[in-house]
């Protein structure tokens, strides 16, 4: 890709102006110069180890729990609750 600003290569240290073209690591946020770009193993990306479902059921316990909140205020204001939750 074309650098947007002109930068250092990471590996030989070349300075690299802007409009060369060149490799940029978006997540180290530096630039490789072509030569160097074969001579480098890309660097290991970091896993996350959260479970799947964890997003997912915080999303659902805030679901439910707003829909318990706004039955319980409507039926407050009808003079009391005539709902059962389970859990």
Same mark, same amino acid.
């Given at each position: 890709? /074309? =650098?947007?600003? /002109?930068?250092?290569? +990471?590996?030989?240290?070349?300075? =690299?102006? %802007?409009?060369?073209? /060149?490799?940029?690591?978006?997540? %180290? ?13 890309? %660097? ?8 799947? %479902? ?5 999303? *659902? ?7 318990? *909140? ?5 039926? /407050?204001? +009808?003079?009391?609750?005539?709902? *059962?939750?389970?859990?």
């Amino acid at each position: 890709m /074309a =650098l947007r600003h /002109a930068g250092a290569c +990471r590996v030989c240290g070349v300075e =690299l102006p %802007a409009k060369t073209t /060149a490799v940029y690591d978006f997540t %180290a946020k530096n630039v490789l110069c072509l030569a160097c770009r074969d001579s480098v193993s890309p %660097a290991p990306q970091q896993v996350t180890t959260t479970a799947p %479902a964890e997003g997912s059921r915080r999303q *659902q316990d805030r679901r439910v729990g707003d829909r318990r *909140q706004a039955a319980s205020t409507t039926e /407050a204001s +009808r003079g009391g609750s005539v709902l *059962q939750w389970d859990s």
